[in-house]
């Protein structure tokens, strides 16, 4: 006899792994949660900042595709490609070194009335905090992206209809309650395609709605 899928779903905000998963206690209960979790964070690797100090030029030798220093009384060396592919490397490192992050991940359940798409009171609970942290200043320029999964029990048909729905409610919920514009929010569902833990099918982790930030 097939399970349709399921009473649960969890709701997983992205950026590089399933900690609800592994850490219940890691996931977010207020919007300010939501809003550190939520809010990119530009990248600051190889850059000193607020020093006031100046590091000391390398040596000619140490830098690939330096210029030599001309010997006294003699013509100054002309640039080389090689100089100049340094300098374009060092300029590409730079504007690399400023990309934002992709959007952080963390985890954490809403629920379902079983086999349905109707929000419990415990959803709401969540989803109100969730809502409050993206009508923030602070996330409001952002877009995001509902996707819905089950776990892999029963219809892989019904599953991808139910997973849809899902995702639909939670957006839909932050849409009617705190205006957020459908704009903003993108619901789409993949059913058991894929799930989180392969190796347990029936797993309540694979019941998730997996939201991602799609940037401005």
């Keep these: 006899m097939l399970r349709p899928a399921l009473a649960g779903l969890g709701l997983l905000l992205v950026m590089g792994g399933a900690a609800w998963a592994t850490d219940p206690a890691s996931a977010p209960t207020t919007s300010e949660d939501f809003i550190k979790a939520l809010t990119p964070v530009p990248k600051t690797r190889g850059l000193a900042l607020g020093t006031g100090d ?10 690939p595709g330096a210029v030599p ?3 006294p009384g003699s013509a100054p060396v002309p ?27 963390i985890s954490f359940q809403v629920e379902f009335a079983f ?21 923030s200043p602070d996330l409001a320029a952002y877009r995001f992206q509902l996707t819905g999964h089950t776990d892999g029990v029963g219809n892989p048909d019904y599953n991808l209809a139910l997973s849809k729905r899902r995702a639909a409610s939670v957006r839909d919920y932050l849409t009617r309650t705190f205006g957020v514009s459908s704009g903003r929010l993108v619901a789409i569902g993949r ?9 347990n099918p029936a797993s309540d982790v694979n019941r998730r709605v997996e ?3 799609l940037g401005s």
């Design 191 to 199: 059913g058991s395609q894929q799930l989180l833990d392969p190796a």
């Design 115 to 135: 086999n349905s798409a109707e929000l419990t009171l415990t959803a709401t609970g969540i989803l109100n905090e969730l809502g409050r942290a993206l009508t």
């Design 79 to 105: 640039a080389t490609p090689a100089s100049k592919a340094a300098t374009s490397k060092v300029a590409t490192f730079k504007a690399a070194a400023t990309q934002p992050k992709e959007a952080p991940r």
């Design 211 to 213: 939201i991602v930030n």
């Design 69 to 71: 220093a001309a010997a």
């Design 54 to 63: 100046t590091a000391p030029a390398p040596a000619a030798s140490a830098v």
